[in-house]
C-alpha cells in the first residue's frame, strides 16, 4: 500500500475541525478521493464547497490557454454558491473588487501597519476569503490535507457564505490545480530561486498568481490584498518582497508569460505540461496511454492537449439513478422540473442541473447518489458480460466507500429475484462505514442481499476460492483519471507510487480471479490510464495462467451504452474525461476457463 493510505487524523488548520483523512486508499493515493470515481459518499473525490459559484465563468478570456480555471472538483455541488455565480461575474466578468465589496482599496505602500503593530498580525486581519485559501494551501503543504475536505468545514466555521466562499474555493482550488504553470511564471518573474522564498511567502505569491492570470482580479486588489496577506504572515521584509514579484507578474499577460515559457523551454511536452499545469511524468503517462489507446493508431499532441485541459476543468455532477429504485416517473418528474437531465451516453446517469445533489429526494433516500457516468458504466458492465450458467454470486472485493456496490447491488436485487447476495469487502474500517452507508438503500429493498464485510481482498483467492458469478477489483490506484475532482492530487503523485500499486493490484486481480468460479467474470478497474496500472496489470496476470480468457469490454459497453463510442484499440475500455466526459477509467473484463 501506498504511504498516504493512513489516517490523517484531524486538522490542526486554525478554524477548521473537519475530518481530513482522506481515507486513503490502501494504495492511498486517492485518499478521499479513492473512490472518488464511485463513491456516492466520498467527500473527497467528489469535490468540494461551493459548486458552480465560482467555476463558471471567470476562467475566461485571460486563459488563452483553455485550461480554464474552474473551482470546485465538482461532484458535490453544494449549491450554496450556485446562485452567486451569475451574480459575481457581475460587469466585468472577474472577480473584481466591486464583486468583492469591501477592502482597503489604498495601495499597498500607504496600507503598511504601524511600527507598533507585530510583524506576525493574526487571522483575520486580511481579507477572510484570501486568509481561507491560504491556510488551505499551507494545510495541504504542511499536513497532507485534502483540499476538498479542509475548505468546507473552513468556510462554514470561519462564517463565509455566498460570494466570499465562492471566491475562497476558486482562488484555493484554481490556485492548486494550476500550481506548476504559476510557479513557472514565477520562477521566471523573481529574482530568488523558489526553493529559497519562505514556503508561506510561496503560497501566497501562488495565490496572487492566481488573482492575476486566472480570476480577473483588478491588479491592484490582486496585488495588494496578496502583500498584506504575507506581511500579515511572514512579516514586513516579506511583503516588499512578494509585492516586488507581483507587480513583475501583473505586467504581462498569460498569453505573454506562455510565450515567455516557451522560450526557456525546450521540450515542448515539459512546455505543454507547464501550460497545464501538469506534472511533466504525468503528461508524458498520458501521451503514451492515448497512444496505445487510440484506435487511430497514435495520439496527436492536439487530443493531449485536450485531455490535459479536461482535468483543469470542473466536471459537472453527475448523478446514479439505482435500478429498481428509482421509477422512470420519479426521474421524468425530476427532469420535468428540471432539477436533472439525462447524462445522454449512460442509462442510468443523469446531471444534475444546479443546486445541491440532496435537493432531490431520491438523493436524500439513497436511491440515488452522486457518481461520474464512468463509474458507473465499468459497474453495469460487469453486471451485463455475457456469462452461462449461475448468476446470483457477486462480489466487490475493493469496494469503499460503496458507489459501484451500491449500483451492482440494485441491478443484482432487480435480476435475482431474492436469490442473489453481493459480498462487498473493504480493508480500512472507516471505509466499511461508508460502504454500509452507501448499500443502505439497496439493504431496505433487498434485505440480506449486499453483505458488507472488512476484509483483505488478496486473500478472497483463499477464503472463497470459485464461489463468484461476477467480481469487481476496483483497484486502489494512482487515481490519475479523476485529477478534475481533486485539485492538489497531481502535486502530490510521483512515480515511486506506481511499483507498490501495481504489486498490490496484481495481487488483488489474481484474488479475484481465483475466487470466480469457471465461466464466471471479472472486471478490473482503475480509474487512472497508467498503462502500468491498465494493461501492464492485466497482461502481468495474465501471462501467468492459463484459465483466463479476455472478454471484449469495447463489445459489452456498445451493448449497454451504445454512445460511449471510441472507447480504445481493446480488448480493454478506456474512457476520457476529454472524449466521453467521464473520469479517465480503465476496465478489462475477464473470464474463467
Ligand atoms: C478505488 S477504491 C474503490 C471504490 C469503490 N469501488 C466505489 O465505487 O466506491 C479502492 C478501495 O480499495 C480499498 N483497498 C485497498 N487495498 C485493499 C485490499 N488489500 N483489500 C480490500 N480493499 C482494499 C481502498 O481502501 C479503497 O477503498
Given amino acids: 500500500?501506498?504511504?498516504r493510505g493512513a489516517a490523517r487524523g484531524r486538522s490542526e488548520v486554525p478554524g477548521v475541525s473537519g475530518d481530513r483523512r482522506g481515507g486513503g486508499t490502501g494504495g492511498g493515493p486517492r485518499g478521499g478521493g479513492s473512490g472518488g470515481h464511485g463513491g456516492p459518499r466520498n467527500p473527497g473525490g467528489t469535490g468540494g464547497g461551493p459548486r458552480g459559484g465560482g467555476s463558471r465563468g471567470h476562467g475566461g478570456p485571460r486563459n488563452p490557454g483553455g485550461t480554464g480555471t474552474g473551482n470546485g472538483s465538482g461532484q458535490r455541488g453544494s449549491g450554496s454558491s450556485a446562485s452567486s455565480g451569475g451574480a459575481r461575474r457581475g460587469t466585468g466578468g472577474g472577480w473584481g473588487d466591486t464583486a468583492r465589496g469591501g477592502g482597503d482599496r489604498r495601495r499597498p505602500q500607504e496600507r503598511r501597519p504601524a511600527r507598533s503593530e507585530p510583524r506576525t498580525a493574526p487571522p483575520g486581519r486580511t481579507d477572510p476569503a484570501r486568509r481561507a485559501a491560504f491556510d488551505v494551501l499551507r494545510a495541504v503543504a504542511d499536513s497532507d490535507a485534502y483540499a476538498n475536505l479542509v475548505l468546507p468545514p473552513m468556510l462554514a466555521e470561519r462564517g463565509l457564505t455566498g460570494r466570499d466562499a465562492a471566491f475562497a474555493t476558486e482562488l484555493a482550488y484554481g490556485t492548486l490545480r494550476l500550481r506548476g504553470r504559476y510557479d513557472a511564471i514565477l520562477t521566471m518573474a523573481s529574482t530568488r530561486p523558489l526553493k529559497e522564498i519562505d514556503p508561506r511567502v510561496l503560497d501566497a505569491l501562488r495565490l496572487g498568481a492566481h488573482q492575476l492570470l486566472g480570476m480577473r482580479v483588478p491588479p491592484h486588489a490582486a496585488v495588494g490584498e496578496t502583500v498584506d496577506l504575507v506581511r500579515a504572515v511572514a512579516g514586513e521584509g516579506a511583503s516588499s518582497f512578494a509585492n516586488a514579484v507581483l507587480r513583475q507578474i501583473g505586467r504581462a499577460d498569460l498569453a505573454e508569460w506562455?510565450?515567455?515559457?516557451?522560450?526557456?523551454?525546450?521540450?515542448?511536452?515539459?512546455?505543454?505540461?507547464?501550460?497545464?499545469?501538469?506534472?511533466?511524468?504525468?503528461?508524458?503517462?498520458?501521451?503514451?496511454?492515448?497512444?496505445?489507446?487510440?484506435?487511430?493508431?497514435?495520439?496527436?499532441?492536439?487530443?493531449?492537449?485536450?485531455?490535459?485541459?479536461?482535468?483543469?476543468a470542473a466536471p459537472a455532477v453527475t448523478l446514479v439513478a439505482r435500478p429498481g429504485l428509482v421509477g422512470a416517473d420519479e426521474l421524468a418528474q425530476e427532469e420535468h422540473d428540471g432539477a436533472i437531465e439525462p447524462?445522454?451516453?449512460?442509462?442510468?446517469?443523469?446531471?444534475?442541473?444546479?443546486?445541491?445533489?440532496?435537493?432531490?429526494?431520491?438523493?436524500?433516500?439513497?436511491?440515488?447518489?452522486?457518481?461520474?457516468?464512468?463509474?458507473?458504466?465499468?459497474?453495469?458492465?460487469?453486471?451485463?458480460?455475457?456469462?452461462?450458467?449461475?448468476?446470483?454470486?457477486?462480489?466487490?472485493?475493493?469496494?469503499?466507500?460503496?458507489g459501484k456496490a451500491a449500483l451492482l447491488g440494485a441491478v443484482l436485487a432487480e435480476r435475482a429475484e431474492g436469490a442473489g447476495r453481493l459480498v462487498a469487502g473493504e480493508v480500512q474500517p472507516h471505509r466499511v462505514g461508508l460502504l454500509r452507508r452507501s448499500v443502505k438503500a439497496i439493504e431496505q429493498a433487498a434485505p440480506g442481499l449486499v453483505e458488507v464485510v472488512e476484509w483483505d481482498g488478496r486473500e478472497v483467492g483463499q477464503t472463497h476460492r470459485e464461489q463468484f458469478d461476477r467480481v469487481l477489483v476496483d483497484a486502489p490506484c494512482t487515481g490519475l483519471g479523476a485529477l478534475r475532482r481533486r485539485p492538489e492530487a497531481r502535486w502530490r503523485r510521483s512515480p515511486s507510487d506506481i511499483p507498490p500499486l501495481t504489486a498490490l493490484q496484481r495481487d488483488l486481480l489474481t484474488a479475484a480471479l481465483d475466487a470466480?468460479?469457471?465461466?464466471?467474470?471479472?472486471?478490473?478497474?482503475?480509474?487512472?490510464?497508467?498503462?502500468?496500472?491498465?494493461?501492464g496489470v492485466v497482461d502481468a496476470v495474465l501471462r501467468k495462467r492459463s484459465d483466463v480468457e479476455v472478454v471484449d469490454a469495447a463489445a459489452v459497453l456498445a451493448e449497454i451504452a451504445p454512445g460511449l463510442t471510441d472507447v480504445g484499440a481493446g480488448p480493454y475500455a478506456q474512457l476520457w474525461p476529454h472524449r466521453h466526459g467521464t473520469d479517465a477509467m480503465f476496465l478489462a473484463l475477464l473470464r474463467r476457463t
Avoid at 265 to 294: C, G, K, M, N
Avoid at 382 to 400: H, K
Avoid at 517 to 532: D, E, I, M
Wanted: proline residues 6%; charged residues 20%; aromatic residues 4%.
Fill in 1 to 3: 500500500m501506498g504511504a
Fill in 343 to 402: 447524462q445522454g451516453t449512460v442509462p442510468t446517469a443523469w446531471r444534475l442541473l444546479g443546486g445541491a445533489p440532496d435537493r432531490i429526494a431520491a438523493v436524500r433516500q439513497g436511491r440515488m447518489g452522486v457518481q461520474d457516468a464512468g463509474s458507473q458504466v465499468v459497474a453495469l458492465a460487469l453486471a451485463a458480460a455475457p456469462l452461462t450458467g449461475r448468476d446470483e454470486q457477486w462480489a466487490d472485493v475493493c469496494a469503499g466507500p460503496g
Fill in 516 to 535: 470466480t468460479r469457471v465461466g464466471g467474470v471479472v472486471a478490473y478497474v482503475t480509474c487512472s490510464p497508467h498503462l502500468a496500472e491498465t494493461r
Fill in 258 to 312: 506562455e510565450r515567455r515559457m516557451a522560450e526557456r523551454t525546450a521540450d515542448p511536452l515539459e512546455l505543454l505540461a507547464q501550460r497545464t499545469a501538469h506534472p511533466a511524468w504525468i503528461a508524458r503517462a498520458f501521451r503514451e496511454a492515448l497512444a496505445v489507446e487510440s484506435t487511430a493508431g497514435g495520439a496527436s499532441p492536439a487530443e493531449l492537449e485536450k485531455l490535459l485541459a479536461a482535468d483543469n
